[in-house]
C-alpha cells in the first residue's frame, strides 16, 4: 500500500494561487489513480479532483472546473494541484489519497473516497475575503 503525505497549504487573499503537492512512497506509484479531497468545517468531505494512474484523464467537480488543475509527476511520485482564482468557499482541510487501479473505471468511480486505500494527514487551506 502507497503512503502519502501532502505539503503546501496555507493563507491566501481570494483571488490568490496555491500548489499542493502530495508525496508517495511504498509501492509502485505509477499504479494508483490519485485524487484530492476536501473538507470544511461542519461539511462533509468532498471530492475535489483525481487523476488517473498514466495521467491521462482528470475529473473535477463542478465547483473547481477552470480554476484548479490535478497533475502528476511519476518519476517523482507526486501528485500537485494547482488552485487558481481561490475563493473563501474554497477553504477547508484538503486531502490526498491513492486508489488501486486495476482497470478502467467511469468518473463517478473516482468520486467516492471509499475507493481510495490511502489517505494523508490533511493539509489546511484558508481563502480570506
Known amino acids: 500500500q502507497v503512503q502519502v503525505v501532502e505539503s503546501g497549504g496555507g493563507l491566501v487573499q481570494a483571488g490568490g494561487s496555491l500548489r499542493l503537492s502530495c508525496a508517495a512512497s511504498?509501492?509502485?506509484?505509477?499504479?494508483?489513480?490519485m485524487g484530492w479531497f476536501r473538507q470544511a468545517p461542519g461539511k462533509e468531505r468532498e471530492f475535489v479532483a483525481t487523476?488517473?494512474?498514466?495521467?491521462?484523464?482528470?475529473y473535477y467537480t463542478d465547483s473547481v472546473k477552470g480554476r484548479f488543475t490535478i497533475s502528476r509527476d511519476n518519476a517523482k511520485d507526486t501528485v500537485y494541484l494547482q488552485m487558481d482564482s481561490l475563493k473563501p468557499e474554497d477553504t477547508a482541510v484538503y486531502y490526498c489519497?491513492?486508489?488501486?487501479?486495476?482497470?478502467?473505471?467511469?468518473?463517478?468511480?473516482?468520486?467516492?473516497?471509499?475507493?481510495?486505500?490511502?489517505w494523508g494527514q490533511g493539509t489546511q487551506v484558508t481563502v480570506s475575503s
Open positions: 511504498g509501492r509502485t506509484f505509477s499504479m494508483y489513480a
Open positions: 489519497a491513492a486508489a488501486r487501479q486495476g482497470r478502467v473505471y467511469g468518473r463517478g468511480w473516482y468520486t467516492l473516497g471509499r475507493n481510495y486505500d490511502s
Open positions: 487523476i488517473t494512474w498514466s495521467g491521462s484523464t482528470t
